[in-house]
């Protein structure tokens, strides 16, 4: 019994010290707060609109560009190397075959940032410069987001906007990758081998939480921009002014 008791304990201790654990842990509060935005809580009523999809894009795009750019440049470094799975993961390729479909050839001209997703691609490239362990924090609260809840949302997103064909869901599928589960377990166990100092995990869990402070703060700022220009729309029908037609719808 005494026995069995301390082998639990040491093998309980073995856990709480990888950083895969530890990282879940402290961010498990922001990931219910990140659930519960109006803009995540549509996707899971199934309620995700055109409009709301076709700006998410839009800053996801800006986010992945940040973050992939800054983990090539960084790919041999000690704590980026082990978590760096391009051809498994990288999302921007996918992003932008999205973005044609919704806005056309010259979506580059079309697409809007808004202000919160300039700050979250800001603090990617300031991070890449200066302290590139960081990036480990950002690449899990991205990619293993998109392996777990992101394969729900991607099939739901396919029914509420009735899309076709994988037609402008690039974004959710990840060819490269047979079991997301099987993956996200290689992913937990390379990000446990990286050494990382006291001060430096620290800061990784840190920075992990900020990360999605990031995202919360996007999605409920590409929400305010929606709501605003439905309001406006709104008022200019009862005032019976013409209906500016507005980019985002
Ligand atoms: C994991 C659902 C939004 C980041 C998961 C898991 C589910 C889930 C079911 C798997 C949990 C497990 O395997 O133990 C959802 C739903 C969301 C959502 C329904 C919104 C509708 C987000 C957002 C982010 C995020 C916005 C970050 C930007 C993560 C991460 C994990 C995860 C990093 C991996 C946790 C780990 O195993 O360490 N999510 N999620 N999720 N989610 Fe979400």
Known sequence: METEKKTHTAAEQMTDRDLSEQIKKVTKESHVRAENTELMLSFQRGKVTLPQYKLLLCS????????EEELDRNSDHPS????????????????????????GQDWREKIVIPAATKRYSHRLRQIGKENPEFLLAHAY????????????????????????????????????????????????????SVELTEEERNGVLEEAV?????????????????????????????????????TLH
């Open 60 to 67: 996801l795009y800006e986010i992945y560009q940040a973050l």
């Open 80 to 103: 980026v190397a082990p978590i760096y799975f391009p051809a498994e993961l990288a999302r921007l390729k996918s992003i932008e075959k999205d973005l044609e479909y919704f806005y």
């Open 141 to 192: 609260t991205r990619y293993l987001g998109d392996l777990s809840g992101g394969q729900v949302l991607g099939r739901i997103a396919q029914k509420s906007m009735d899309l076709k064909n994988g037609d402008g869901l690039s974004f959710f599928a990840f060819p490269g990758v047979s079991s997301p589960n099987l993956f996200k377990q290689l992913y937990r166990s390379r990000m446990n």
């Open 210 to 246: 900020r990360a999605f402070e990031f995202n919360i703060q996007v999605f409920e700022d590409l929400q305010k921009m929606l709501t605003v220009s439905d309001n406006n729309l709104q008022s200019s029908m009862t005032q019976s002014k013409p209906v500016k037609a507005s």
